[in-house]
């Protein structure tokens, strides 16, 4: 079945430095979409992109859908300690099921 | 303007009981999504339902789970005869009305279900 390969899978970083993670697959999606979850909460959509080469922004938060399809990356700028938690990418198919990566537990340090 | 809803938040179950989650999607939103999460892992698609339809099952297991969206009232998510190995938290999601394929998924806090 499809996965997505989501890197890294943990980040220990300081507050106020930028973070950058990305998702791969092996098959085309027609739409990404990353999510924030806290621990014993449900996902939280940040971003979703619909075009292949598509770059949004959302406040601090900033993704692009790669230009084959099969990736997708996020950056977070001048991270805080409430951008603590797991980023989840997921893919969506044309039939609307979501494939989700493997996660991102991101920790800051004040 | 309330999310997705779902309950119970936390359910217990002894093994050979029957499970009933509940989800109440968005207002104005139609489509309905299951996805089940084991500790340390991402989502794994479900179900997808909309009013009185199943349109996609692909993600469930062939026996001892059901979903449904009847016209009127929540979707529910039934398992029945639970084993320890259905221990997960349960999530649902709903979606607005537009193009299949890019409908935004919106997320409800989810149900911990412990089978003891």
């Known amino acids: 079945g499809q996965q997505l390969n989501q890197s890294p899978q943990s980040m220990f970083i300081q507050e106020g430095e930028d973070v950058s993670m990305n998702c791969t697959s092996s098959?085309?999606?027609?739409?990404w979409l990353w999510y924030k979850q806290d621990p014993g909460e449900g996902p939280v959509l940040l971003i979703a992109l619909y075009k292949a080469g598509e770059l949004t922004s959302n406040g601090r938060l900033t993704a692009q859908f790669g230009i084959t399809r099969k990736d997708s990356f996020l950056n977070i700028s001048a991270s805080i300690p409430s951008d603590v938690g797991i980023y989840f990418c997921?893919?969506?198919?044309?039939?609307?099921?979501?494939?989700f990566g493997t996660g991102t537990r991101l920790q800051v340090f004040p | 303007n309330a999310g997705v809803m779902q309950n119970p938040r936390h359910l217990v179950r002894r093994r050979g009981q029957e499970a009933r989650l509940r989800c109440s999607p968005m207002k104005g939103h139609s489509h309905v999504y299951w996805y089940r999460q084991l500790p340390e892992e991402g989502l794994k698609f479900m179900v997808y339902l909309q009013k009185e339809n199943i349109i996609d099952e692909s993600g469930m297991p062939k026996e001892r789970f059901s979903a449904e969206f009847p016209k009127e009232g929540p979707s529910i998510l039934r398992i029945q005869q639970v084993v320890r190995g259905d221990s997960a938290a349960y999530f649902c999601?709903?979606?607005?009305?537009?193009?299949?394929?890019?409908?935004?998924?919106?997320f409800g806090p989810g149900t911990r279900l412990t089978v003891t």
């Open positions: 999601a709903s979606s607005p009305p537009g193009l299949a394929g890019s409908r935004e998924q919106y």
């Open positions: 098959s085309i999606f027609n739409t």
């Open positions: 997921a893919g969506q198919l044309r039939t609307d099921k979501l494939i």
